[in-house]
């Protein structure tokens, strides 16, 4: 046997519809933009990394000896990336009726409080778990601001196959007093969990180091932080210009800065690998200097509305070419579902929309999917290894069962995308989803839950 043949024989191909999105990328990517195969077939190698996607005729004769995965009645789809949760919330999810503020000393400081390690230990795989039956192949993860707990979540991560960015929270000022950290601690602590971590598993986990949002660090802390992220290529993950009252306290803490964007360029804080949620009342001068840094800006639309912070200006950030991802922002948002994150994201610009006659920018569902898989990979950075089906990325995707939905598509014609798109987005919810993959290792099976839960 020659060893192209031996190659061929370790591969693996399902057959399936497969949605993708494809091309350079423009600010409204639409229906046009994704490429819909109806009988198609992905080949995968050993390495979960993705060898071929075309039409199943002509892969079926180029790969025979490949292992043949029959999905025909299913469809295939880019794994959804999740650029915004908090892990150690998850209890206290779906508890409603207060702003930020209140919000996080009511409920979300004594959660964190009980972030233990034998609390991470127990909660953290049900979370990926639930990650994953939602078809989450990519999430960026705040853990709590004890480094053993969060050592606990990356064990968790590299066990269950997820791919993450993970970074312990960071607060050494106006928290209670049993999340407070001295500075250097904090500092020495994300500094071993980072070295520790990130890039682990040929880079499926990363680090992100996290300062909690400004009020909650002092200036020491913040430029250490910008240092120390430099130095060892990680992430930063914070929050920006979520909450009226979250915005008066930083003019209040940093008087010397000229805005809440300020603040964080000042510390040396924005880059291409700066994660910030939320940017809903960024000015046009905080705009420009993020898409001047190329920072990453997480929309969390059914957080926004859940604490009743405001509503994103999606449409122009997208018109400047920001690089935008979704974040469920558990549980300032109410549910993991990335379904429901891109049904918000429409729900919120329609409402911006509804005063004006023509905002000459919609927000459709090929959009909101485009920015939950491949607008979400490259916002974090990573376009080149995933967010969509292409050959050289990883092979994380998700398998959805929309039988349910589809017969009105058996009559193709005109408009047989932009339906497909429409429903998938308005009509699924974790029930579609049967198989999650990552880096082409089976993580998630709907029928063996179900099988467990008997």
Not at 346 to 360: D, E, F, K, T
């Amino acid at each position: 046997m020659n060893r192209q043949a031996s190659a061929e024989m370790s591969q693996k191909l399902f057959r399936a519809k497969l949605l993708t999105p494809e091309g350079t990328g423009r600010p409204a990517p639409g229906s046009g933009f994704w490429r819909l195969y109806d009988d198609g077939a992905l080949v995968i190698d050993t390495n979960g990394r993705i060898v071929s996607v075309g039409d199943y005729a002509d892969l079926a004769r180029e790969h025979s000896e490949a292992e043949k995965i029959d999905l025909s009645d299913k469809f295939i789809v880019p794994g959804f990336i999740d650029a915004h949760v908090h892990l150690p919330q998850y209890p206290a999810i779906g508890l409603y009726g207060r702003e930020l503020l209140d919000w996080l000393n009511a409920y979300i400081f004594p959660a964190e409080k009980e972030f233990t390690p034998k609390v991470a230990d127990s909660l953290s795989p049900i979370f990926f778990d639930r990650l994953l039956a939602y078809g989450v192949t990519t999430a960026a993860i705040y853990t709590s601001v004890r480094a053993d707990s969060t050592w606990k979540v990356f064990e968790w991560a590299e066990r269950k196959g997820i791919r993450a960015i993970i970074g312990k929270v960071m607060m050494d000022r106006n928290v209670p007093d049993y999340l407070r950290e001295d500075t250097r601690t904090s500092i020495a602590e994300s500094d071993q969990l980072c070295k520790a971590w990130h890039g682990q598993d040929d880079d499926r986990l990363l680090y992100a180091f996290t300062p909690r949002f400004a009020p909650s660090c002092s200036q020491e802390l913040l430029d250490k932080v910008g240092a120390l992220a430099r130095e060892r290529g990680a992430y930063v993950q914070t929050h920006l210009s979520e909450n009226s009252g979250e915005i008066k306290w930083v003019k209040q803490l940093f008087p010397e800065s000229r805005n809440y964007t300020d603040v964080y360029a000042r510390a040396g804080l924005l880059g291409p690998k700066t994660l910030l949620a939320h940017a809903i009342h960024i000015d046009q001068d905080e705009q420009r200097a993020l898409l001047a840094a190329e920072a990453c800006l997480v929309h969390c639309p059914t957080s926004n509305l859940f604490l009743k912070s405001g509503l994103m200006h999606l449409a122009e950030l997208l018109q400047m070419r920001h690089r935008v991802g979704l974040g469920s922002d558990v549980a300032g948002g109410p549910t993991l579902s990335p379904f429901s994150l891109m049904q918000a994201a429409i729900y919120v610009h329609n409402a911006r929309c509804l005063p004006l006659a023509n905002s000459g920018f919609d927000v459709t569902p090929g959009l909101v999917l485009y920015l939950a898989t491949l607008g979400g990979a490259r916002a974090l950075g990573l376009g080149r290894t995933t967010g969509s089906l292409e050959p050289g990325k990883d092979a994380d995707f998700v398998v959805l069962d929309l039988s349910s939905f589809d017969q009105s598509l058996a009559n193709r014609g005109e408009g047989e995308v932009d339906k497909l798109l429409s429903r998938l987005v308005f009509l699924s919810d974790d029930r579609n989803v049967e198989q999650t993959y990552v880096r082409g290792r089976l993580c998630y099976e709907r029928q063996q839950r179900n099988s467990a839960k008997r």
